[in-house]
């Protein structure tokens, strides 16, 4: 069996922003984590399945700080947000933080996903008895909220769609977009309950205009502005007539 810290993969993007993943989670549950190392707190992004110790695994100093935010409140994002004591979220998606029901969460579809791990949980957890710990939000996040980290500040972009609550955070000053599951590398999901394509559209729109330097999705690899006009024009053309 795996031990906590060799569940996690991780790979250092530069010396301040380490993306992190689970290799042995089905590839539709396999999200990624972001860890930015901020002067005055640190940033963490998103919190996969909760069947490992994410908090231990980032190795933070202690004492230090740390921002937890959720992109939204879907099952392969928010396992391990309750282990952080400062977190932040979407307004709309309040309440399914503070109780995980598995009506916003999705994590029936884990519970019948065939092959859901390829290897033994650190805790032992199997997919058919999987729960997600409640998380209620210290702080709910809106449009224009600025997150500041001390030498890095993001700005909180509600982008629905993907699901009522889903955010982006954009440093304005670098163009680096945290963008979660409203936009990624790979089929994006817009037909499970809490969607709305409508509204998907117009965050689409939003998105295509965007002045962003580098995307990190809530799934596959990052890209670049030009990636990101493609992406968002693709799923509006794929929407026409
Ligand atoms: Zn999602
Ligand atoms: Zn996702």
Redesign the pocket.
């Known amino acids: 069996m795996l031990s906590n810290t060799n569940w996690f993969s991780t790979h250092a993007i530069s010396d301040r922003l380490t993306r992190v993943w689970e290799p042995h989670v089905h590839s539709f549950f396999r ?1 990624n984590m972001f860890h930015v190392v901020g002067r005055d707190a640190d940033l963490v992004i998103d919190f996969g399945m909760g069947i490992a110790d994410l908090r231990s695994a980032l190795r933070i100093p202690s004492g230090k700080p740390v921002l937890a935010v959720a992109t939204h409140v ?1 099952v ?2 928010v396992g391990s947000f309750h282990e952080f004591e400062t977190r932040l979220g979407h307004a709309a998606e309040a309440e399914a933080f503070a109780r995980m029901p598995d009506a916003d969460t999705l994590a029936d579809y884990f519970r019948k996903q065939p092959e859901a791990l390829t290897t033994a949980a650190p805790t032992g957890i199997t997919p058919e008895a999987y729960k997600i710990s409640p998380a209620p939000l210290t702080k709910a996040l809106a449009e224009n909220d600025i997150i500041d980290i001390g030498d890095a500040s993001y700005t909180v972009l509600h982008l629905p769609g993907h699901s009522p609550g889903s955010i982006g955070l954009l440093d304005q000053r670098t163009g680096e977009f945290f963008s979660g ?1 409203a936009i990624y590398e790979g089929g994006l999901v817009d037909d499970l309950p809490g969607c709305d394509i409508e509204a998907y559209k117009i965050t689409m729109n939003r998105l295509s205009v965007l002045d962003v330097d580098v995307v990190h999705g ?2 596959g690899l990052m890209f670049g502005r030009d990636r990101l006009w493609e992406i968002a024009m693709s799923y509006l053309a794929s929407k026409e007539g």
């Open positions: 999200a879907h392969d994002h599951d809530g799934h």
